[in-house]
């Protein structure tokens, strides 16, 4: 799957699957970009989205970016 | 008195204690197979009662512990419950002040139950832990039934405290000073429950993680007087309760649990673990074996302390969510990750032998100890101003499973002896739970256990005879089984000729190590067999193994730990340059002393001995990779036909494939 293909996702969940498969294929930036996308997007108040954009910085020592990821305000 | 006790969470255990001895304890895992298996339930119980020859009808009281913050699963409770019972009188039920605090707590335990299956739903959905979960064990059933819990549910004021030492210590001295101490701290701090199992209704109590683990360590120490510390991979959550560690101390029969010791060192090494590319609940244990391969650069005396010291030195910002992420740990990861930021960038992702990584384990290994000496520092001040003076300090929790600081706790803290149990992790918790209410709650009398023999460890499942010939009569042409013959020499001279072998007999080992019963057999001397071995188990090629020596002859080729290391818990420096195969890369070994307690195993090495003039093999854990240890002899001959093993050894029988 390329980054600019078009996709539907049916909920966080399925953003959440195709990013840990993005990783496991060792597309670690791709696997960022699309949880990016999603965070500031359709799925912006979706905390395990941020748990799993966080997780995928740090993995890739995006240290910086990785701790500016904050729960969406609505779980604050 | 009889006790059962029942670790609910993951490594899920039971275990039957009869007249102050343990009579059987069930891993889940060696049953179901998938390591560190969640959730007991009733066919873990039948086989713990049937191992141990115990009727259910005679059973006097339940103990049931589980993981930190996770609720009670019951996934056959027409077999299998238990609910609170805040009116239960006699020693389960605690002081009378605490009825009131019990009836409190029902209400809001049951009023939280569906926030306790959602989040075993959760776990079931975490990476991490989601391979814990066999396939019978479905929180989302409707079927199931869950009991919401909270560690601690009710302590004395001021265990919460800031966490400094100095404070721990003042504190203790205000609210003790003056008080009947033991009166106050035993009893309030189990839950009341009744549990049905097989239509048959029991009294019993759920007992702390904590106080579980700490009575594990006591109660097996055989000491008279004790100073305890738990501490494990937990920590502290304002909605859950306290999960890091507590100081106690032991006295005769009774357990007193004296404060939180709000450690954070083993959340710390956990995070770090995941951060080096080692995650999941095996991931510690690979850090310390990574530990010596890289230097301390990254070691920092900010980041040591409890919780609450290094959470000031070092602020979560509100709503950072690798705060929520990494807890505690979080500071440390970020000051090695910023103080080589090149390097980390480098990696495209997570690699434990990346040069950063080994550091990054060395160092944490470094800090890891001086934490663990900071709290048996604390410990024993704390005991002392109780003036409970004792030679003896037992640690208990997952973090007592790291060698080197065991070691170095023997070797720097103001204790003579420390005692670490064979289960100190919270595969134990079942064996502590059951004591805790024995000889605490009911008073009844200890018996000594063995403390620092091998025999401690070999209370696991039973290997029946017709179990053997049972897996033996269909082991198929292929396999050539030789009995009538002496299995210790025959097996001695099978490892002396360069072959590895597996060893099974007797009952098998509880806790994580395996000691001689269930093990992997190999030639120390030969430097090869490191990468043979690893290779055998699909283990990765940097990871040391062990070596196990008659325990009179362990001065000869080891120092810088305890004389006595039955149950493969302290590091030792290896003298000379004769066992390459099991001496790590800094010179230490994690040495298994062997005494007569570990039966046929002890005769293997007196034999390699009388073969080889060395009293020591190398012993690793008879399993394949990912998988538990293996239990019943159909397990042991199913990984033998996997291939990799030279010959095994099944109770007294050598089992080999027949050439061509």
Not at chain 2, 156 to 176: C, F, H, R, S, V
Not at chain 2, 313 to 333: F, K, N
Request: charged share 25%; with cysteine.
């Amino acid at each position: 799957m390329r980054n600019d293909e078009p996709r539907e996702f049916r909920g966080p969940a399925d953003v959440r699957v195709r990013a840990r498969t993005l990783c496991e294929a060792g597309w670690l930036p791709e696997a960022i970009s699309l949880l990016e996308q999603a965070a500031a997007g359709e799925f912006q108040n979706d905390v395990g989205i941020r748990l799993d954009l966080t997780k995928a910085l740090l993995a890739a020592g995006r240290i910086e970016e990785a701790e500016a990821v904050r729960l969406p305000e609505r779980a604050t | 008195m009889i006790v059962l006790g029942i670790h609910m969470g993951h490594d899920a255990t039971v275990a039957v204690i009869a007249d102050g001895v343990v009579r059987s304890v069930i891993e889940k895992e060696r049953r179901a197979r998938v390591k560190h298996a969640a959730i007991a339930g009733i066919a873990d119980i039948d086989l713990a009662l049937a191992d141990a020859g115990i009727d259910l009808g005679a059973v006097d009281a339940v103990a049931v512990t589980t993981t930190q913050n996770w609720p009670f699963l019951f996934t056959d409770p027409a077999s299998f419950r238990f609910e609170y019972a805040p009116e239960l009188g006699g020693p389960l039920g605690g002081p009378d002040f605490m009825r009131d605090r019990w009836r409190r707590f029902v209400p809001a335990m049951a009023a939280a139950a569906a926030e306790g299956r959602q989040r075993l739903v959760q776990f079931r959905g975490f990476p991490d832990t989601a391979p814990l979960f066999d396939g019978a064990t479905d929180p989302s059933d409707p079927a199931a039934e869950v009991l919401f819990t909270q560690q601690f549910p009710f302590t004395p004021t001021g265990w919460a405290g800031t966490g400094n030492p100095e404070t721990i210590i003042e504190q203790a001295a205000k609210l003790y000073g003056d008080r009947n101490w033991r009166e106050m701290l035993n009893g309030p701090f189990q839950v009341p429950i009744t549990c049905t199992i097989r239509g048959r209704t029991l009294p019993g109590a759920v007992i702390p993680h904590h106080l579980a683990h700490a009575a594990t360590a006591f109660y097996q120490s055989d000491a008279e007087r004790a100073v305890i510390v738990t501490f494990d991979g937990g920590f502290q959550s304002t909605q859950y309760g306290y999960a890091g560690g507590i100081h106690a101390v032991g006295e005769g029969d009774a357990l007193y649990p004296l404060w939180f010791n709000h450690s954070h060192a083993g959340n710390l090494y956990r995070r770090v673990s995941d951060a080096c590319g080692l995650p999941g609940i095996g991931g510690p244990g690979k850090l310390m074996g990574l530990a010596p391969y890289g230097t301390p650069r990254f070691h920092d005396d900010t980041y040591v302390g409890t919780i609450q010291q290094v959470a000031a030195r070092h602020p979560a910002e509100p709503g950072r969510i690798v705060d929520l992420i990494y807890e505690s740990a979080w500071p440390y990861v970020r000051h090695a990750v910023s103080a080589a930021r090149d390097e980390v960038a480098a990696v495209p992702s997570a690699d434990p032998l990346s040069p950063w990584s080994r550091d990054l384990a060395a160092s944490v290994q470094a800090s890891f100890e001086l934490m663990a000496l900071d709290l048996a520092h604390t410990a024993a001040r704390l005991a002392g101003t109780l003036g409970i003076d004792s030679d003896t300090l037992c640690l208990s929790g997952g973090c007592a499973l790291n060698c080197p600081a065991n070691s170095r706790i023997w070797r720097e803290a103001p204790f003579g002896r420390v005692f670490v149990p064979p289960a100190c992790d919270d595969s134990g918790l079942a064996v502590g739970a059951a004591f805790y209410v024995a000889h605490t709650l009911f008073g009844d009398r200890r018996v000594p256990q063995g403390a620092d023999m091998g025999g401690l460890a070999y209370v696991g499942r039973r290997i029946g005879e017709d179990e053997v010939r049972r897996a033996l009569g269909v082991v198929g042409p292929d396999l050539l089984v030789e009995d009538r013959i002496d299995a210790p020499a025959r097996a001695a001279g099978d490892v002396a000729a360069g072959r590895v072998i597996g060893w099974v007999e007797g009952r098998s080992e509880i806790g994580p190590r395996a000691l001689g019963h269930r093990s992997v057999v190999a030639d120390p001397r030969d430097p090869g067999n490191l990468e043979r071995v690893n290779r055998v188990k699909s283990r990765e090629r940097w990871r040391p193994l062990a070596p196990a020596a008659l325990a009179e002859r362990v001065d000869d080729w080891f120092d810088g730990g305890p004389p006595s290391s039955p149950h493969m818990l302290f590091t030792h420096h290896v003298r000379g340059d004769r066992l390459p195969a099991v001496t790590h890369v800094d010179g230490s070994a994690r040495v298994q002393t062997v005494d007569t307690s570990c039966g046929g195993f002890r005769e293997l090495i007196e034999a390699f001995d009388r073969l080889t003039d060395v009293p020591v093999v190398m012993n690793t854990s008879l399993n394949g990779r990912g998988e538990p240890i293996v239990e019943e002899p159909q397990d042991a001959i199913a990984l033998f036909r996997r291939g990799g093993l030279d010959a095994l050894y099944l109770e007294g029988r050598r089992i080999t494939r027949k050439a061509g």
